[in-house]
């Protein structure tokens, strides 16, 4: 299946380009694009399926997801930090579903500066809907690798991420 890229041509992605001339690269940036482009058909894929079925962004689907997991809501903060962004770039995804009845925001009786944001009924009932079928298009798109692949790719995913961690870290002395 061919990917467009928003004006109806084929979305060529860096790993194929590779392919073109594989001696120009070393193996670990050809598996770098591997990753990158595997990420990247199923999250184009996600994206497009969470507009069509519900129309909702990824981005505000994330959101609840981690509003779910915290019965008893979260500050700004905490979101921030699980979601990996900048308190700034969730302020107008807070205020756009708070306006859509999604979640509430309320401050802390202690500290009225601080607002602890929450799922509210109808947004725990709507992303439990999508998240159910999110459920479902993840098991399609994963339907051709083996769980026993599953299980292997998982070991040698956990050995690159503690690699990267490892460097990001720096030396130890």
């Not at 299946?1 to 940036?29: C, F, Q």
């Not at 929450?118 to 339907?143: V, Y």
């Given at each position: 299946m061919a990917i467009e890229d928003g004006n109806g041509d084929a979305w060529l992605d860096?790993?194929?380009?590779?392919?073109?001339a594989p001696a120009d690269h070393g193996d670990e940036t050809r598996l770098w694009l591997r990753?990158?482009?595997?990420?990247?058909?199923?999250?184009?894929?996600?994206?497009r399926r969470l507009r069509e079925e519900f129309d909702f962004t990824l981005p505000r689907f994330d959101l609840l997801a981690q509003l779910d997991k915290a019965e008893n809501g979260l500050v700004l903060g905490e979101i921030s930090r699980r979601?990996?962004?900048?308190?700034?770039n969730l302020t107008a995804l807070v205020?756009?579903?708070v306006a859509s009845g999604h979640i509430s925001r309320t401050p802390l009786?202690?500290?009225k500066r601080?607002?602890?944001?929450?799922?509210?009924?109808?947004?725990?009932?709507?992303?439990?809907?999508?998240a159910d079928r999110h459920g479902d298009w993840i098991s399609s798109m994963f339907a051709g690798v083996s769980q026993e692949n599953g299980a292997e790719l998982m070991k040698h995913l956990a050995?690159?991420?503690?690699?990267?961690?490892?460097e990001l870290a720096g030396p130890k002395d």
């Amino acid at each position: 299946m061919a990917i467009e890229d928003g004006n109806g041509d084929a979305w060529l992605d860096g790993e194929t380009k590779v392919a073109e001339a594989p001696a120009d690269h070393g193996d670990e940036t050809r598996l770098w694009l591997r990753l990158l482009t595997c990420t990247t058909l199923v999250e184009t894929e996600i994206r497009r399926r969470l507009r069509e079925e519900f129309d909702f962004t990824l981005p505000r689907f994330d959101l609840l997801a981690q509003l779910d997991k915290a019965e008893n809501g979260l500050v700004l903060g905490e979101i921030s930090r699980r979601m990996m962004v900048s308190p700034g770039n969730l302020t107008a995804l807070v205020e756009r579903l708070v306006a859509s009845g999604h979640i509430s925001r309320t401050p802390l009786p202690t500290d009225k500066r601080v607002q602890i944001i929450a799922l509210t009924p109808f947004g725990r009932k709507t992303f439990r809907r999508m998240a159910d079928r999110h459920g479902d298009w993840i098991s399609s798109m994963f339907a051709g690798v083996s769980q026993e692949n599953g299980a292997e790719l998982m070991k040698h995913l956990a050995a690159l991420k503690r690699s990267v961690q490892a460097e990001l870290a720096g030396p130890k002395d």
